[in-house]
Structure formats: C-alpha cells, structure tokens
C-alpha cells in the first residue's frame, strides 16, 4: 500500500498530539514532521514533498489561509480548526476537507479517505507509464498528445504547469506532483520544487544548476543527491 506523506501545522501541543496518534492509526499515512507556525513549514518544504497537511487557521505570525496563498504546488489540504466561520474560504481555496475541533477519529478517517481516493485515481499503473512514450495533456479544455522524446523540462507555475518541449510551449492546469507521475522515472528526474528534466536533454551541470537544451534550471538543496548520481 502507498503511504501518504503528510505534515501537522499546529500551535497547541494537545491538538497536535491528537492529529499524530490519529495518523499513527492509519496505515496508509505517514507523519513526516509537525511543526508549530507556518513560517517554519514553508521554509521546510522548499525541499520537502508531501501529500498532505493538516492546518490549523490561528497560527502566530503567518496565519493558515495566508500560508495556503504561498504555496506553489498545493498538496491535498485538511483544515483543523475551532472556528467554523472560515469553512466557505477554504473550499474555495480546494481543501480536501473542514474539520472543527474536537473531532473524531471517524470523522478524521472520512477525511483523509478523501485524500486517499484522490491519490488512487492520479497513480497510473507503473507498467503502463514505462510503456507508453507519450501522455496526453489538457491545454485550454483540449487533449494535447505530448512525446517524452520532445519535451526537455517542465515548471511549476503555481496551480499550472509550463511544459517546454523540442516544438512549442504548453500550459496545464496540474500540479508537478500530477505530471511527475505521469512520467517514467528513467527518463526524467525532479531536480528543484519546481522543475522537472529530461535526463537526455542534459548538457553539463554543477550541484547548482543542470543546463537543459541551452536553459539553466536550478537545483533545489533536496534534490543534489539526484545529480550527484547521474
């Protein structure tokens, strides 16, 4: 089974230790980290993935919805909070779920089923991505055929996604975490938050930057291991 990485952005101790023993009883989530502000979580997931944060909303220093407006790539997102009164904003900014303290490990597992759902429909079948040299992509409500062998890097660009390839430019309303499993893993590799590579567009790089068809994409601290192997 698939686990799910997830992280706690909590400030009271008591709240947090009920979300940790609650995800300790799921076998398909694993805590990665909690932390008390935002401000410490944004700094760790600029070279962290994850699929899930817990949220609370009265945070000191960067309050939950503000800190949901920063993030790039938006992970499955469930509020945890006492305060109901901020229900509709957070759907509108596509919370998996709303959930008002106290609440019950039943009501939890509702929700994070909700999560789990999801990630079961955007996970195709391995042997099916090795097999086929090319995805389909949605660009402006048409499916766009798309080449592995043309494209030479994708980028992040907030809830989109910019794919550069050999031809033209394409933008997909995606996240990178969608597309990368979308691609075979022997032919690209994530180098950055933000951007993913095609390993045989590769034309030099240092631990700072790979150099891709002429374009210079950076490399994220999280992911130097990746071009220290190549």
């Given amino acids: ?14 709240a947090t230790k009920v979300l940790s023993d609650y995800i300790a009883q799921v076998p398909f989530l694993k805590l990665e980290k909690s932390f008390k502000d935002a401000i410490l979580a944004t700094e760790w997931l600029l070279t962290n993935d994850i699929e899930l944060i817990f949220l609370d909303i009265h945070l000191p220093k960067l309050k ?32 998996t779920d709303y959930l008002l303290k106290p609440f019950e490990f039943d009501r939890f597992l509702i929700a994070v089923s909700k999560v789990k759902a999801t990630t079961n429909k955007k996970l195709p079948a391995v042997e099916n991505r090795e097999a086929k040299d090319y995805l389909f992509l949605t660009v402006q409500k048409k499916k766009v055929k798309v080449s592995f ?7 992040s660009q907030r809830e989109y996604i910019k794919i550069c390839t050999t031809k ?63």
């Fill in 149 to 155: 062998a043309e494209i030479i890097y994708i980028e």
């Fill in 1 to 14: 089974m698939s686990e799910i990485k997830c992280i706690i952005i909590e400030d009271e101790p008591l």
């Fill in 168 to 230: 033209k430019e394409y933008i997909s309303k995606m996240s990178t975490n969608e597309i990368e499993s979308l691609l075979p893993n022997h032919l690209f590799k994530r180098i950055h938050r933000s951007f993913i590579i095609s390993m045989s567009k590769i034309e030099s790089y240092t631990a700072e930057t790979v150099e891709v068809n002429g374009v210079p994409i950076p490399v994220g601290r999280g992911y130097r291991e990746i071009i220290e192997n190549l």
């Fill in 64 to 95: 939950g919805m503000a800190f949901l407006k920063t993030l790039t790539n938006q992970p499955a997102v469930i509020i945890t909070t006492a305060y109901h009164q901020y229900a509709v904003q957070g759907f509108d900014m596509n919370v």
